[in-house]
């Protein structure tokens, strides 16, 4: 199930970040609008653009997340095989998983090391 979730997702998300996914959109939208004088603007007519955006966005959400969430690991596996291999300090590999307040203190004791002042970042 995870898997068919996760390519679902990333397709949907190249698809909808991709050129052709705003093409589709736009002509719906103003099919949409061009509709209104015909249905006098009823709310019924204003309740259609609102479900079906509503009902979009909500499952957009979910699926834009899952991939970030997927890329966001995979970059940092990556990062984390480059300090593995090279000279970096292999005391961050894995800060990602403490606490915003412990990653910011290993922040500030690195730019403290380097000279570095906080208004610099």
């Not at 403290?112 to 002042?117: D, P």
């Amino acid at each position: 199930m995870e898997k068919v979730f996760s390519h679902l997702a990333g397709e949907v998300a190249r698809a909808m970040g991709h050129v052709w996914g705003f093409a589709v959109c736009m002509p719906l939208t103003s099919l949409w609008a061009a509709s209104g004088s015909v249905f006098d603007y009823s709310q019924t007519w204003q309740l259609i653009i609102n479900t079906g955006t509503t009902f979009a966005a909500f499952l957009m959400v979910f699926m834009i997340q899952t991939t970030q969430n997927r890329d966001g690991v995979a970059i940092q596996a990556k990062l984390d095989e480059l300090v593995r291999a090279g000279e970096g300090k292999s005391d961050l590999i894995g800060i990602e998983h403490l606490t915003g307040d412990e990653v910011q203190q290993i922040r500030v004791r690195i730019s403290s090391a380097t000279g570095k002042s906080r208004s610099e970042h």
